[in-house]
């Protein structure tokens, strides 16, 4: 068995990466999906340029934090939430501009904003 693996090398990191991303499909919630990509890119440059088992380890090391640190950069920067000014009334009068519905009197009246 490990003359196989020995011998073909991408043949592990492609079965593994397989079986990794196959154990996510099951319910892992992310946790084996950049363990699995880096696994079958792994196994893609060891068919392309032969590694050591050494190297090979490491770029799999690497490769797993790399993809799992991309994936929660742009995790966090597409659900960060819209600065919008919904339900905050007082932010949304600022600068508006508005029609007086009676005279002033005294300093005061009445203002017709929006649908009020």
């Known amino acids: 068995m490990l003359e196989q693996i020995a011998a073909n090398p991408y043949g ?8 990794l991303l196959i154990a996510e499909m099951l319910g892992a919630g992310g ?8 696994a ?3 196994g893609i440059l060891v068919w392309l ?21 991309v994936w929660w950069y742009w995790l966090n920067k597409m659900s960060k939430p819209q600065q919008g000014m919904l339900n905050q ?10 029609t007086l519905i009676e005279p002033t009197h005294n300093g005061y009246s009445r203002v017709s904003i929006a649908d009020g």
């Open 12 to 19: 592990f990191w492609l079965s593994l990466g397989g079986m």
């Open 40 to 42: 079958v890119i792994v």
């Open 31 to 38: 946790y084996l999906l950049w363990s699995g990509i880096a």
């Open 89 to 98: 009334r007082d932010q949304q009068m600022i600068g508006l501009r508005a």
């Open 49 to 69: 340029i032969p590694l050591s088992w050494v190297f090979q380890g490491m770029l799999f090391s690497v490769l797993t934090v790399v993809t799992a640190f």
